[in-house]
């Protein structure tokens, strides 16, 4: 496996808490010695959004000293899905995906400022869409990655992240491309670039199975795309999480004590298999998003979740690795 440190999705997992208490909550994550990228939505990333104004690096200040990002664009697609169902960079609307194109071109600015600051890529990847949901259209996606290819001189990668696709009877959580179309386009550009981000609670969602994410992964590491791997749960049924097959980044199971988050179907033997179905295919970069409960846990309580978590990720990986030797 790569041997850079792990990304997190602390937005996630301090959701909730007090905006005055963010800069403190992030300060605190420089004692999780395992992670040195963060994953966060692209209006923060680009200073959009009250309290996360850039630095001298071109990155948020709340962003710790030195570390990465890996840029998720999904708030901000599900956000404008809700004002415009044209939206996407899959879309068939002309506007909704000039619209798309534009937002992922912020991010690929971002990730041109921050290198020419830093003499180095601070943005290990760009995560991106293939929405609308229901409608999504391979051919424009397809062209929709290539203007964003033909316009991008820093090399970033453009990393697919898979949401679950339709399925008859249910109403979809995101339902956008299906992970063959989306390898389709990615094969047809041919582009070292371009690749597939595995959110596993994402995949559980789409197959109402632990078993999804493996088969994604496999699918993706066999066709040497696998970009990302971010480990995020799911639950079929109402528990302290919320929702039944929800997409709500809930934690594996044990995070945080034992019985915690029981009803995740996520938990250090699933990591463990879904590490090995990558095979020799590493992925670029992986790590955790995960929530950690009610408004009122506590910041220390959040990070006490994501270290047990945090252990639970690196146990599995050397188990899987191990096992492959």
Same mark, same amino acid.
């Given at each position: ?38 994953e ?11 309290g ?40 068939t609307?002309?506007d ?19 290198a ?14 293939? !929405? *609308?949901? #229901?409608?999504?259209?391979? @051919?424009?996606?397809?062209? &929709? =990655?290539?203007?964003?290819? $033909?316009?991008?001189? +820093? ?38 670039r ?14 109402r ?41 809930? !934690? *594996?199971? #044990?995070?945080?004590?034992? @019985?915690?988050?029981?009803? &995740? =179907?996520?938990?250090?033997? $699933?990591?463990?298999? +879904? ?51």
């Amino acid at each position: 496996m790569t041997g850079a440190g792990l990304v997190l999705g602390a937005y996630a997992l301090f959701a909730g808490r007090e905006p005055d208490e963010l800069p403190d909550a992030y300060r605190a994550l420089d004692a999780l010695s395992d992670v040195d990228a963060l994953e966060i939505p692209l209006e923060n990333a680009v200073g959009a959004t009250p309290g996360w104004e850039a630095g001298t690096d071109g990155l948020p200040t709340l962003v710790p000293e030195g570390w990465d990002l890996v840029i998720t664009c999904i708030p901000t697609v599900v956000g404008r899905l809700s004002a415009d169902a044209n939206y996407g960079l899959a879309s068939t609307d002309a506007d909704g995906r000039a619209a798309a194109v534009e937002d992922v071109r912020r991010a690929l600015t971002l990730a041109q400022r921050a290198a020419d600051l830093a003499g180095r890529q601070r943005i290990r990847a760009i995560e991106i869409n293939s !929405a *609308p949901t #229901g409608t999504a259209s391979v @051919g424009e996606f397809e062209r &929709s =990655l290539t203007q964003l290819l $033909e316009s991008d001189p +820093t090399g970033t990668t453009l990393a697919v992240e898979h949401c679950d696709a339709p399925r008859p009877g249910r109403r979809p959580e995101k339902g956008f491309l299906e992970l063959h179309a989306e390898l389709t386009v990615i094969d047809a550009l041919a582009d070292p670039r371009l690749g597939v981000t595995v959110n596993w609670g994402r995949s559980a969602i789409e197959g109402r199975s632990a078993e999804t994410p493996e088969e994604h992964v496999r699918m993706a590491a066999e066709r040497g795309r696998l970009a990302g791997l971010i480990f995020s749960g799911a639950t079929p049924a109402p528990g302290t999480s919320g929702v039944g097959w929800q997409d709500g980044h809930i !934690a *594996p199971r #044990g995070a945080g004590g034992d @019985g915690a988050w029981s009803e &995740s =179907l996520l938990g250090p033997e $699933e990591m463990r298999r +879904t590490f090995a179905a990558a095979g020799s295919s590493a992925p670029s970069y992986r790590g955790l998003k995960v929530t950690a409960g009610p408004p009122s846990r506590t910041v220390a309580e959040r990070l006490e979740v994501a270290r047990d978590a945090i252990a639970m990720l690196l146990d599995a990986e050397r188990q899987a690795a191990g096992a492959a030797q």
